[in-house]
Structures are given as C-alpha cells and as structure tokens.
T-cell receptor
Framework: AQSVAQPEDQVNVAEGNPLTVKCTYS??????LFWYVQYPNRGLQFLLK??????LVKGSYGFEAEFNKSQTSFHLKKPSALVSDSALYFC???????????FGKGTRLSVIA | DGGITQSPKYLFRKEGQNVTLSCEQN?????MYWYRQDPGQGLRLIYY???????QKGDIAEGYSVSREKKESFPLTVTSAQKNPTAFYLC?????????????FGSGTRLTVV
C-alpha cells in the first residue's frame, strides 16, 4: 500500500540556520510528491512538487526539496530559516497522479529568533 | 478571485444530529476531495469525486455521506453514525482528476460536538 512518513513530529531551528523537514515514501511505481504548509486554523498551501525531471525542485518562499529515488525520500529544505516559516508542514504522495493524495502526519516547524 | 469556499468556519453539533458542511469552488476543477484532520494524525481522506454524479469512498468514509450534483459543489454530511466527529474538515479540488497538479484547499470547517 502507498504511504508516506514524516519521522519527526517537531523540528526546532534557529533563525538564519538551514532547515530540513524529512519525508520518506513507500511506493511501487513512480510517485508524484508534494509539500504543503499549514498555518493555524487555515487550509493547506502548496509549496512545491516533484513529478519528473531534475531531482532538486524549487518552490515558494525559498523552499526546495530533493527527490532521492534510491532512498525513497523527498526532504524539504531551506538555506536560511525565518521566524515566519514556523508552521505545520505536510508531505504528500500520489501514485500515477490519478489517485488522491496520501498525506503524512505532518511536522511542526518552529523557528526561534 | 478563484478559490474554494468552505462554510461555516465553525460548527457545533449535538449528539444524534446530522450536519452538512458546504464546499464550493469556482476554479472549474473536475475533482473534489474531503479530508479530516486530527492532531497528530495528519489528513485522512473521507470521500472524493472526480466527476459530477460520481464519488468514491476514502479511507474513513463510515458515518459520512456526500453528493456531487454540480461541478462546483461537494457538500459533506456528518451523520449521527459518526461517533467521533469533532475535527477540522478540509475540502480540496484539483483540475482534471489530479494528474500531478497540486490541490487547492479551502480554509476548513471546525466541527465540535457539544
């Protein structure tokens, strides 16, 4: 069965430091991978996606993610964290692009000034 | 502006009541989805519809019902059979059955049983 895992419930990082939010997936086939961000009491906002092509994907607000097929990972990264990046981050996967997204449990990012 | 509108923002349900959550989109998207969000559990799929007059059960459909009579509308009814309905409900849509496009989400409805 398709699944996605976010191994960290919480990530704390100092402002200005690089951040990484981890995501791994389980698949038999080619995954479509996504990252979303959620601010309190709001819907999810799309950050970036990987479908095919370059393994490094750039998205909104300076975020990027690297697709690693051998490790079945799609970690979210940002070179320099901002306090305003503090939010709940979700990794999601679809298989073939024609099935509903399956979401991870989310990782709460806290950027400390 | 195009988007998804969920209403109401907050909803209170008494034991044994059915309640309906509204989801309307003006994006001309084919597919619409309902997810339930609980703390520490991420988003779980309740129902989805890829075309008008058709819908499919997701992972946690028991106690819920939907209809898709119009392309722009996908209401969710939480029935009295849903024993633990307190949660944050999110509606989403995507063009052309997904095919790699990201979802557009509404702002959510927070349902509380009183």
């Amino acid at each position: 069965a398709q699944s996605v895992a976010q191994p960290e419930d919480q990530v704390n990082v100092a402002e200005g430091n690089p951040l990484t939010v981890k995501c791994t997936y389980s698949v038999s086939g080619n995954p479509y991978l996504f990252w979303y961000v959620q601010y309190p009491n709001r819907g999810l906002q799309f950050l970036l996606k990987y479908i095919t092509g370059d393994n490094l994907v750039k998205g909104s607000y300076g975020f990027e993610a690297e697709f690693n097929k051998s490790q079945t990972s799609f970690h979210l990264k940002k070179p320099s964290a901002l306090v305003s990046d503090s939010a709940l981050y979700f990794c999601a996967v679809s298989f073939s692009g024609n099935t509903p997204l399956v979401f991870g449990k989310g990782t709460r990012l806290s950027v400390i000034a | 502006d195009g988007g998804i509108t969920q209403s109401p923002k907050y909803l209170f349900r008494k034991e044994g009541q059915n309640v309906t959550l509204s989801c309307e989109q003006n994006l001309n998207h084919d597919a619409m989805y309902w997810y339930r969000q609980d703390p520490g559990q991420g988003l779980r799929l309740i129902y989805y519809s890829q075309i008008v007059n058709d819908f499919q059960k997701g992972d946690i459909a028991e106690g819920y019902s939907v209809s898709r009579e119009k392309k722009e509308s996908f209401p969710l009814t939480v029935t009295s059979a849903q024993k633990n309905p307190t949660a944050f409900y999110l509606c989403a849509s995507t063009p052309d059955r997904g095919r790699g496009d990201g979802y557009t989400f509404g702002s959510g409805t927070r349902l509380t049983v009183v």
